[in-house]
């Protein structure tokens, strides 16, 4: 069974650091990958996501990440973190075969001024 | 996101009470799901829908029911709510392969 690991619960960082999210998958084939954002009391919004192509993908709010098939890696990152990027943020894949998303745990960002 | 809505944001109900939670999209998107978000454990499908006359039972659908009255509003029911169906509730529509979330709904059975 495919499934995604978020492996960091918490992260705290200084606004106008570098953060990097990290993000595992289990597959056999290679799914589409996506990062979403839920800021406190608010829906999922997309960041971003990968279907082929260009390992890099950049997304909104300044984000990108990077997909590398051999770690099975797709970890969001962000070179300068603003206090307004506190929230919650998931890493989801969905098989190319079925439109159903897979959803890892979720890391919470903390920005400390 | 407005073009997904659901209703009703917050409520509280009793162990028993039959609820229904309703979600409408004003996308055109034929696909629409049921999520349900439990502090630590992500987002886990409840149902989910392709067109009209298509449902599908997610990874979570014991003590839920659906119904998909038109292409834009898709109701999750709980028949006889129990306090461990307390969660936050995610409606989502996709078209193709990337899914749009409404604002969710928080339900607490007491």
């Known amino acids: 069974a495919q499934s995604v690991t978020q492996p960091d619960i918490h992260i705290t960082v200084s606004e106008g650091a570098s953060l990097e999210l990290r993000c595992n998958y289990s597959y056999g084939a290679t799914p589409y990958l996506f990062w979403y954002v839920q800021s406190p009391g608010q829906g999922l919004q997309l960041l971003l996501k990968y279907f082929s192509g260009d390992t890099l993908v950049q997304g909104i709010k300044g984000f990108e990440a990077e997909f590398k098939r051999s770690q099975s890696s797709f970890n969001l990152r962000k070179p300068s973190v603003h206090w307004s990027d506190a929230a919650e943020y998931f890493c989801?894949?969905?098989?190319?075969?079925?439109?159903?998303?897979?959803f890892g745990t979720g890391t919470r960002l903390q920005v400390t001024l | 996101d407005a073009d997904v809505t659901q209703t009703p944001r917050n409520r509280i109900t009793k162990t028993g009470k039959r609820i229904m939670l309703e979600c409408s999209q004003t996308k055109g998107h034929d696909r629409m799901y049921w999520y349900r978000q439990d502090p630590g454990l992500g987002l886990q499908l409840i149902y989910y829908s392709f067109d009209v006359k298509d449902i599908n039972k997610g990874e979570i659908s014991d003590g839920y029911s659906v119904s998909r009255q038109a292409q834009a509003k898709f109701s999750l029911s709980l028949e006889s709510a129990i306090p461990n169906q307390t969660a936050l509730y995610f409606c989502a529509t996709s078209e193709r392969d990337t899914q749009y979330f409404g604002p969710g709904t928080r339900l607490t059975v007491l």
């Open positions: 989801a894949v969905e098989p190319r075969t079925a439109s159903k998303l897979t």
